[in-house]
């Protein structure tokens, strides 16, 4: 079974999608979105930026304009059904755990968060193969946890396979932020802004995921590279 | 009166096995891919794929038999037992890390460095899980491990963690080395370092997994009895080594700790496990389970 939204593999219970939260069964859904908690994607690309935000002591309202995915945060847990773990595939138990330490991070749980970031981890260990979106998520996860290292060694490595990929430039600026390297960050936005709308052009299925995150980095690349940065305010 | 028919014959049960296209592998398995032994009611299918491919292959349960790192079998233990036979170990060698500029009186301190950038051949492979024991701040990029030499020389990082052939051509490279892992673990525990190993499926049952270890035993030794035929097979997977590199690489990783762990071998693994999980580097300790040939 395919998502009728993004085309991924779905097991054959699933009722929304791992990767897009497109709602498959029910029909009740308005839009892909619809699909909480699986909407939760949403929630946590939007979620990246204020947990860097966080950790870097910047402004968390400058440059995260994702409150549309935050907005779709997730649902009280009372009032979201368990899911049934053991009929996820591998991908999707590490994309509810990595949307699951994004919310929990947002909503300002650290211990929460901090508690289910191994397990993320761990989960993403055990995919059968980690693609540019795996990698990226294990470096958001490493940002999350204050690694900047293991950040930018996945930065490093979608670089390899993808030269000019978005997501390595992203978490290469937001690990070098973290490690206090002002000129690296610099030259990692710029080098974004470059090969942005060339990138985009390619409508890769995991900057569809990501939409927001990417306008969002985008509007703060272009502030920083003016000198209008916006740590500080 | 006509004489009764001779029982029928159980069919042929078919085991995958998957092992990577190097050459201690292929000799390892030479005896059992070319019929040289008998399997009894068993028939092999051979696949090859490198080493993190296997690993990640394994978390999924695909295979039946695979080789894997030991790093790897940290996430599979619940799945899969480990063979008694076929492992490779480095007795006092091991993956080896090598950079363009020559050795710095401190490398470790000198991998600590963020401006120093390792390329490595998987996060799951048992070279990896000795970096990050020798140097946890190692600033690392994943690179498929027959590319990394030529990642290092052409400037794209400073240094590469080599395994298979590359630990003896990085010289040939103009490239240095900078720590051998094997022989810094030696120094460490006073133990050979386990890297990789051979895993069979738990669901086989007791009794099929160990007709596997001894087919497999059978055939590592018949390789050893008849060094000279496994070499000339395993040359085919010796990637750029010469006769006397292959016969060399083969010495170093098919010894008497492939033929079967025994105490010392098991007790690295142990070591390796434990030290990697009191670094905080695979998240449980790891029940080691040993299926040996009857």
Known sequence: MNCHACGAALAATAKFCHRCGAQVSGGQAAGWRAGLPWGVAGAAAGALLTVLAFRLGGSAGRGTGDAGGVEDGPLPASRIPPPDISQMSPEERATRLYNRVMSLHSQGKSDSAEFFLPMALQAYTMLPALDVDARYHVGVLDLTGGNAAAALAQADTIRRAVPTHLFGFMLRARALELTHDTPGALRAYRAFLQHEAAERARRRPEYADHVQNLDSFRDQAKQVTAGKSTRGR | ?294
């Open chain 2, 1 to 294: 009166m006509a004489a009764e028919p001779p029982p029928p014959r159980p069919p042929l049960r078919t085991i995958h096995l998957a092992h990577s296209p190097d050459a201690d592998d292929a000799f390892m398995f030479w005896a059992l891919a070319a019929g040289k032994i008998d399997t009894g009611g068993r028939r092999y299918e051979h696949e090859l794929g490198d080493i993190e491919s296997l690993n990640r292959r394994a978390l999924q349960g695909e295979l039946e038999v695979t080789a894997v790192s030991l790093h790897a079998y940290a996430y599979l233990a619940q799945r899969y037992a480990l063979l008694a036979h076929g492992a490779s170990f480095g007795d006092r060698y091991g993956p080896r890390i090598v950079a363009r500029a020559p050795r710095p009186a401190d490398p470790r301190a000198a991998l600590a460095e963020s401006a120093v950038r390792i390329a490595v051949p998987g996060e799951l492979t048992t070279a990896f899980l000795g970096l990050k024991l020798f140097q946890p701040a190692a600033r690392y990029v994943v690179v498929p491990f027959d590319q990394i030499e030529q990642f290092v020389m052409t400037g794209r990082a400073d240094a590469g963690l080599l395994i298979h052939e590359g630990q003896l051509t990085y010289a040939d490279r103009g490239l240095h080395l900078w720590v051998d892992l094997g022989e810094w673990w030696h120094v460490e525990t006073g133990l050979p370092l386990p890297l990789g190993g051979n895993v069979v499926r738990r669901d086989l049952g007791q009794a099929l997994m160990r007709d596997i270890a001894r087919d497999l035993k059978a055939s590592i030794q018949y390789g050893l009895a008849h060094r000279a035929e496994a070499l000339a097979h395993a040359r085919g997977y010796s990637r750029g080594l010469d006769d006397a590199g292959t016969d060399r690489f083969v010495g170093m990783y098919v010894n008497d700790y492939t033929v079967d762990y025994g105490e010392t071998g098991r007790r690295a693994v142990a070591e390796l496990l434990a030290r990697a999980h009191r670094a905080g580097l695979i998240p449980a300790p790891v029940d080691l389970t040993f299926v040996a040939a009857a």
